[in-house]
């Protein structure tokens, strides 16, 4: 039974203020809960949602971009209702699939010449349908065992494009681009049946934010919540749960932080990224979570995603241009040359092969974005941000040919090192059951089945990684908070 009557009692701690956390809080507190607690490790609140400007009054997402899908999109929903979608021709190229492909963008190959829009457009429709096919669950016997870049390259290789070398490397971009999209390493690390789990919503896929950037939308949230709500720079370093009730101790669950400060609960909701449970899950829990728990979170991937946004004085690329695209002979993710560099350290030479391209920014006339996952992307990390920059500035002058300047600003991003974030988003792994493991991620202790006499939904689960459709997204992210939120409530009023 509960120590105490109603949800106007009930001590709630939440880890973490990304888009879980806060919708969680939020939620709460709307059906009256009285005494709930945001810890923060960071100074900021948004978790991977982080809005900055950087270098001029105009946002830098230095994190979440977009708005994935519009039907059935609570993000969506708040962001239209408060008139926080960007409108206007500037954002055009930015409504349509995310990374997707316009004739605006310039594909170069390293010899200097340009790839014909006629080829570009060919390969990548045709990536496009043979990509939806693994969405849409209606993959061939023989390609659902494979992994999603063996699948692609079976199929491919039945097109005449496959034949041809320019098709070849534009097919190589479209493997390397989708990474970006599914925060792997590789497409060849990837399952090709378990991407149907993931339910894109209807709607323009992409949907801009206007000049508040996530930011605004994160405050719709926050704004409903009591001063002092929120307690930012505040790490958690363990959770005590199942505490036996004695005379000291009231409460089933204590959160210590790193500082020394603890806090006692009867409900605690963790959303904290998957990167940082993969990172602490088995010091952090008090007793240590149950084995389905644990390997649920070691068998689902983490993968890192960074931005390399590069500021120049002037533009230097034609009007009609909204992106340089990098096509490489041997890119890495062509089937050859990833399994030669499988082994070993050799790869760490050529890891900017791995950025796809360099995309125009809304609202910064004359910046660019470049695009990099994976190993490559954590590798890049250790290095200085003047060498990234230099890097990318000799990119763009022999693949494009045009007098590029030197680079007068940098931002890059460097979410793998983020102790608070360990990466960007999920991905299912090759032979891994994302449907179970998305479930036991979100499965509340203890357990059901072993609730007699303790005291119910202890420790709750929210975040992107427990949601079965919508991980790597913050609508996702944002569900799962009001999911827990939600189980908490119904517990107290039924």
Not at 260 to 280: C, N, P, R, W, Y
Request: hydrophobic share 35%.
């Amino acid at each position: 039974m509960s120590t105490c009557s109603g949800p106007e009692n009930a001590k709630v701690v939440v880890v973490g203020s990304g888009f879980a956390g806060l919708a969680a809080a939020a939620k709460l507190v709307e059906a009256g809960f009285e005494n709930v607690l945001v810890l923060e490790a960071k100074e900021r609140v948004g978790g991977r949602a982080h809005t900055t400007k950087p270098f001029s009054e105009n946002v830098i997402e230095v994190g979440a971009n977009w708005i994935h899908g519009q039907k059935g999109n609570p993000l969506f929903k708040i962001a239209k209702e408060e008139n926080l979608l960007s409108e206007g021709p500037s954002t055009r190229k930015n409504m349509c699939q995310p990374r997707s492909v316009t004739p605006q963008d310039y594909f170069f190959k390293e010899d200097g010449k340009q790839v014909s829009t006629k080829v570009v457009d060919q390969v990548t429709s045709c990536f496009s349908k043979l990509t939806d096919k693994a969405f849409d669950d209606e993959l061939k016997s023989r390609h659902r065992k494979l992994t999603l870049g063996a699948y692609l390259d079976d199929a491919f290789g039945e097109a005449p494009l496959g034949a041809t070398e320019d098709g070849r490397q534009v097919f190589e971009w479209c493997k390397r681009n989708e990474c970006t999209d599914e925060a792997c390493s590789s497409l060849y690390e990837l399952s090709a049946s378990q991407i149907s789990n993931y339910t894109a919503l209807e709607g323009e896929f992409f949907n801009t934010l206007g000049p508040g950037g996530y930011r605004a939308v994160l405050d719709v949230l926050w704004k409903d919540l009591p001063s002092g709500t929120v307690q930012c720079s505040a790490p958690v370093k363990s959770i005590q749960w199942d505490l036996v009730s004695g005379e000291d101790q009231r409460y089933p669950v204590k959160v210590v932080c790193e500082n020394g400060q603890s806090f006692e609960a009867d409900h605690v909701i963790v959303t904290v990224s998957l990167g940082v449970l993969k990172d602490k899950a088995t010091t952090m829990f008090e007793p240590s979570l149950p084995e389905k728990n644990l390997s649920a979170i070691e068998n689902l991937g983490f993968g890192i995603v960074n931005k390399i946004f590069l500021f120049f004085e002037e533009r230097f690329w034609p009007d009609d241009c909204s992106g340089v695209q990098l096509v490489w002979k041997e890119g890495p993710e062509d089937k050859d040359v990833y399994e030669s560099l499988s082994e070993g350290e050799t790869w760490k030479k050529t890891w900017f092969k791995k950025i796809t391209g360099f995309d125009t920014v809304a609202r910064h006339p004359t910046a660019l974005c470049g695009w990099i996952t994976g190993r490559e992307a954590l590798y890049m990390e250790n290095l200085q941000d003047s060498e990234i920059g230099a890097i990318c500035v000799r990119l763009l002058r022999s693949f494009s040919g045009w007098s590029v300047p030197e680079v007068s600003k940098t931002l890059i991003t460097r979410w793998g090192s983020d102790s608070h974030v360990r990466g960007s988003y999920t991905f299912i792994p090759d032979g891994v059951n994302g449907v179970e493991a998305h479930k036991a991620l979100a499965s509340p202790l203890p357990p059901k089945n072993k609730c007699r006499g303790r005291k119910h939904l202890q420790v709750l689960f929210a975040g992107e990684a427990t949601h079965v459709n919508f991980y790597t997204t913050t609508h996702g992210a944002y569900i799962t908070g009001v999911r827990e939120a939600e189980r908490l409530i119904s517990y107290y009023t039924d």
